[in-house]
């Protein structure tokens, strides 16, 4: 824990009265999850004693009780709105739609990277028939159809799938006028196609929200021709690290989004072990890691600041060491990575 931060948890356990080490340490551990180790927490009394933001009142060593000066109580305060404007300048503090932040995230950096990567693994040739499953606002049809209809010449279909009818809706307004392109409103667990009729399928980290992606996969299966293939990108949300000085913190966060707010929070690494079950080969599986080195950039895909309210609301992390973790994002060199794998997974040639 930085030398700043050690002094600043010490006032805030200061601020409803006098406290002696041993107090102070445990105020911590309830504010924070963390106790100070002993060089820490003396080394902040004797530094912010010689500021005078802290007197000793009487008695015998470490057992003297400490008090906040009123110095130290206009310190805080003044640490505390000038944090409280830092988060808010940094963090959104409002989710936005769904179809902007997919948006987003297919525009940015790591979102061009693997949707690129998908594509060409895709190898859509002229003809082909290819289902986007979960398809969302249409993103990616354009694409796929310059493919399938050999940029104008062939006859190929491209069908953008998504049980959300607002967002069929998007896809269709997107997408009119492009030749080859349909959008059905349907479960990816129950397609309503015949059996071997698409060359092609893709999973856009639409998979992670499928209540069975086993199912999914022996249903898509099912619909593939032989020689078939699906290109899947999944992440593996249990993969998230953020750079923070107490590992303990960023793992709590990191579990609350992988155990609790994604449903299928670990699908990536499991992508390969349910395609084989259901009865692909796995020629390829390639982990593709985003590297955030801006907290904004972050901010916009991985929504830390309502993220962090939702662990500390769901009791992954304490009230403490969730604004401990958004000062920290806020304030310091910022570092993020997180996994996404692209499995490519083929029905065998009959
Ligand atoms: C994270 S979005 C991804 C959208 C799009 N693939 C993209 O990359 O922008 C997930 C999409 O999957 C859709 N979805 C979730 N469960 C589904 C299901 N069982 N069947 C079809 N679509 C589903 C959602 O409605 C949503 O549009």
Same mark, same amino acid.
């Given at each position: 824990m930085a030398t700043q931060d050690a002094q600043t948890l010490v006032l805030c356990t200061l601020i409803d009265g006098p406290l002696h080490g041993y107090g102070i340490n445990a105020a911590i551990e309830r504010l924070s999850g963390n106790r100070l180790g002993p060089g820490s927490l003396y080394g902040a009394l004797s530094r912010l004693e010689g500021k005078g933001l802290v007197e000793s009142l009487p008695g015998?060593?470490?057992a003297r009780p400490v008090r906040i000066t009123e110095r130290g109580r206009a310190v805080l305060e003044r640490e505390a709105r000038s944090m409280a404007r830092v988060t808010e300048r940094v963090f959104e503090s409002v989710r936005p739609d769904e179809v902007r932040y997919l948006d987003r995230v297919a525009a940015s950096d790591a979102g061009r990277a693997y949707k690129g990567l998908m594509l060409d693994a895709l190898a859509i040739r002229p003809g082909h028939t290819v289902l986007d499953l !979960?398809? !969302?606002?249409?993103? &990616?049809l354009g694409a796929m159809a310059g493919a399938a209809n050999g940029n104008g010449s062939g006859s190929g279909r491209v069908i953008g799938v998504d049980i959300d009818e607002e967002m069929a809706a998007r896809a269709r307004e997107r997408t009119? !006028?492009?030749?080859g392109v349909e959008i059905a409103v349907a479960d990816m667990h129950t397609l309503p196609y015949e059996d071997g009729s698409a060359d092609r399928a893709r999973t856009d980290r639409a998979l992670q929200h499928a209540a069975d992606p086993a199912a999914v996969l022996a249903e898509v299966r099912r619909v593939l021709r032989p020689g078939g293939r699906i290109v899947m990108g999944e992440p593996d949300? &249990?993969?998230?690290a953020l750079d923070h000085p107490d590992r303990a913190v960023s793992r709590a966060y990191t579990r609350y989004i992988a155990d609790?707010?994604?449903?299928? !929070?670990?699908?990536g690494r499991e992508l390969a072990r349910l395609a084989a079950g259901a009865g692909f080969t796995v020629p390829t599986v390639l982990p593709v890691v985003s590297v955030f080195r801006d907290v904004q950039a972050a901010d916009a895909v991985l929504g830390l600041k309502r993220n962090t309210e939702r662990a500390v609301a769901a009791g992954y992390l304490t009230a403490g060491a969730g604004r401990d973790l958004l000062d920290h994002l806020a304030t310091g060199p910022f570092l993020a990575t997180v996994t996404l794998y692209v499995v490519v997974a083929e029905v065998p040639a009959g």
């Open positions: 015998e060593g470490r !979960g398809c !969302g606002p249409g993103t &990616d009119a !006028g492009l030749p949300w &249990d993969s998230l609790e707010a994604i449903r299928n !929070g670990t699908l």
